[in-house]
Nanobody
Framework: QVQLVESGGGLVQPGGSLRLSCVAS????????MGWYRQAPGKVRELVAI???????TYAFSVKGRFTISKDNAKNTVYLQMNSLKLEDTAVYYC?????????WGQGTQVTVSS
């Protein structure tokens, strides 16, 4: 089992940047994939970005070129650098760990993009 704790959310103006962090309760070195998902009010939860144990990354089309996912195995931490934020990026962002057959989620951190 692994517990995930997100941080770094907040209020930012359009065009601004935020960096989210997700700290795991144990080593993430062997976890199959770590990812960020988001859920806006009235919408389904959607994938934002994933990074595999080997370092391969996948992004949602809507964030490609603006967001970067990375991880630091030594710190058991996954990051999401978000640049050029848009109003439509407003959502609760959740950290996810996939260790087949299990799926773990954090509590989420609110990101609000508003002028």
């Amino acid at each position: 089992q692994v517990q995930l704790v997100e941080s770094g959310g907040g209020l930012v103006q359009p065009g601004g940047s935020l960096r989210l962090s997700c700290v795991a309760s144990r080593s993430i070195f062997s976890i199959d994939a770590m990812g960020w998902y988001r859920q806006a009010p009235g919408k389904v939860r959607e994938l934002v970005a994933i990074i595999t144990s080997g370092g391969s990354t996948t992004y949602a089309f809507s964030v490609k070129g603006r967001f970067t996912i990375s991880k630091d195995n030594a710190k058991n931490t996954v990051y999401l650098q978000m640049n050029s934020l848009k109003l439509e990026d407003t959502a609760v962002y959740y950290c996810n760990a996939q260790e087949r057959p299990f799926d773990y989620w954090g509590q989420g951190t609110q990101v609000t993009v508003s002028s």
